[in-house]
Every structure is written in structure tokens, then in C-alpha cells.
């Protein structure tokens, strides 16, 4: 078997064990709603987090994913994510080793996703051990969040604004988008190990490598990063949260950019912030009661502890 199809049905497999995480227990309708929600996350995460295991080692090796037997669609859609979700542990790191933290983000992720455009497919929230102020998401609802992001946010509104920005971009499938030309989709029904032989194969890799430039280094198109932080705002309000917190991040970003990190972060590949803030701030008045809504600071800060300085 040639070694590209064994790597179809093998990946999916590997992918799995890195980036999923199960979740069971409440529905998540409003922040004031989950504040003693229970979540159970599955043993995955576990084994990814423990660097002697198996699944986590798996990660040194695994180098790309170029499919599964899943129809286009959803499943399609996920095996692209999951390969950029590779990629993205690769250029920003590990998921910060601290089960409560992933558990309190995923909580609030969510929350936000159940209350999006998109509700219905699983959302996958991961805090990455960097520096850098980041948060970005891959295609099917796999959505990363820098520790150093993390130290940024002040409060639990906050992170849900960032959180929303991101689903919002899955909801709108902003980077399948972004490529939805690429020649590989031509005549293509589904994604399997047929369709990975030969110039098939071929322009699968060169499509992931286009995603991985699009979201890693040059950035969606302006008009898409506009259109999520304005549903950031929506979704966090439904979600029961102060839309503010969002252009408060967006705030304290713009004052900490001359002295952090740009490449890599969402200072190289988001719209200039003064834009994004007027935009979004042009938009609040939609929400006139919007300063009553759950801010939750303290239980933010008792997380953001858990994150190593």
C-alpha cells in the first residue's frame, strides 16, 4: 500500500488523540447559568498532557494528515481542522499541562458555541503554553488560546469575547473560505484514500500549506476578522456576558502591542486595532444593558492563577 494511503487511515486516528476533547453534563445557555456547571472531559487530554504516554509522544511523528474515509461535509471539514490543529502545536506550543484550566476554558468556550451561529457540532477549546497574544481556530471548531493571551484577559466576559471571536470565524467557515477555489476540491465528493493518490495528494498538501499561511502568518481577510469580532459581540451577549469585555480586550491589546511579540500573534494578522475597536464600539449600543450582564472577575483570576508566569 502506497505509504500516502496508510497515512489517510492512520493520522485520523493520531488526530483524535491529540485534539479531542469529550464533553458531557449540563447545556450551556447563559454564564449565569453555568456557574457551578459540572464537565467531565475524557482521558485524551489526560494522556496528551502526560509527555511519557503514548498519545503525547505520537505528536513528535505525526507530521501532516491527508484525509479520512468521512463524507464532505462536517467530517471533512474537521480532518482539514485537525491538520492545521497539528500545525498549530508545532509553531505555539503544547496545551498548558493543568486539567482544571483546560476544563474552566472549555466551560466557558462552550457556553459561548452553544449560543453561536453554528451550535451544533463539537467545539474543542485548548490553551496553549506561548507567549504571544494569540487565539486562532481551525476549520470543525478546534480553537486554540495562548497562556500568554490568557495573562492579558482580565476577567470571564473577556475571555468569552475572544472565545466568540473565534467561533465565529468556524461559524462563518472563514478559512475553508479563504480557499474554497483551491483545485483540490474539483470533482472531489469526499475526502478518502483514493482521493489522496497521486495529484490529488498532491494539491491536499498544497492546499493545508495555504491555510497554514493564511492563518499562521498572513491572516483572514479584513472584512472576515470584522465580521467575527461583531459576532463576538452577539454571541457574548446572548451567552448572558457584558459584550464590552471583548473591546476591552481589544483595548488593553492596543496598549501592550509596541512592546510584544508582532509575528505570529494577533497583531500581524488581525485588522490595526484602532479599526477593530471603533467598529465594534459602533456596534454597542445595540446592547443598552449590556453593564448588567456577567462580568465574573473573580472566578476568571482564581483560572489565570493556575497559568505559569
Request: with cysteine.
Amino acid at each position: 500500500m502506497n505509504r500516502r494511503i496508510a497515512i489517510v487511515f492512520l493520522v485520523p486516528l493520531i488526530c483524535m488523540m491529540l485534539v479531542s476533547v469529550v464533553f458531557a453534563g449540563t447545556d450551556h445557555k447563559t454564564a449565569k447559568e453555568n456557574t457551578t456547571a459540572p464537565l467531565q472531559v475524557a482521558g485524551l487530554l489526560d494522556k496528551f498532557l502526560d509527555p511519557e504516554s503514548k498519545e503525547s509522544k505520537m505528536l513528535s511523528g505525526a507530521v501532516s494528515i491527508l484525509g479520512s474515509t468521512s463524507e464532505m461535509g462536517y467530517q471533512s471539514e474537521r480532518t482539514i481542522g485537525e491538520s492545521l490543529a497539528l500545525e498549530g502545536f508545532r509553531r505555539y506550543g503544547l496545551p498548558v499541562k493543568d486539567q482544571a484550566l483546560q476544563e474552566y476554558v472549555n466551560l466557558v468556550g462552550n457556553a459561548v458555541a452553544r449560543n453561536s451561529d453554528r451550535p451544533n457540532i463539537p467545539y474543542n477549546f485548548v490553551v496553549v503554553e506561548s507567549p504571544l497574544q494569540n487565539a486562532f481556530s481551525c476549520p470543525g471548531g478546534i480553537i486554540f488560546i495562548s497562556s500568554g493571551l490568557l495573562k492579558t484577559i482580565k476577567s470571564e466576559d473577556q475571555l468569552a469575547g475572544v472565545l466568540a471571536h473565534e467561533v465565529a470565524h468556524v461559524g462563518h467557515k472563514h478559512a475553508l473560505k479563504s480557499i474554497q477555489r483551491a483545485q483540490f476540491f474539483n470533482g472531489v465528493g469526499k475526502i478518502t484514500a483514493a482521493t489522496m493518490e497521486g495529484e490529488k495528494g498532491k494539491e491536499f498538501e498544497n492546499m493545508i500549506g495555504s491555510l497554514q499561511d493564511t492563518l499562521f502568518d498572513k491572516g483572514l481577510d479584513q472584512g472576515m476578522e470584522f465580521e467575527a469580532d461583531i459576532g463576538a459581540l452577539e454571541t457574548a451577549y446572548r451567552t448572558g456576558y457584558d459584550p464590552n469585555g471583548f473591546v476591552e480586550v481589544l483595548k488593553e491589546l492596543k496598549q501592550i502591542q509596541s512592546r510584544s511579540t508582532q509575528k505570529g500573534s494577533w497583531f500581524s494578522t488581525h485588522p490595526p486595532l484602532s479599526q477593530r475597536i471603533q467598529k465594534c464600539e459602533s456596534q454597542l449600543r445595540r446592547y443598552p444593558d449590556a453593564k448588567s450582564l456577567a462580568h465574573l472577575p473573580d472566578r476568571f483570576l482564581k483560572y489565570q492563577k493556575r497559568v505559569s508566569n
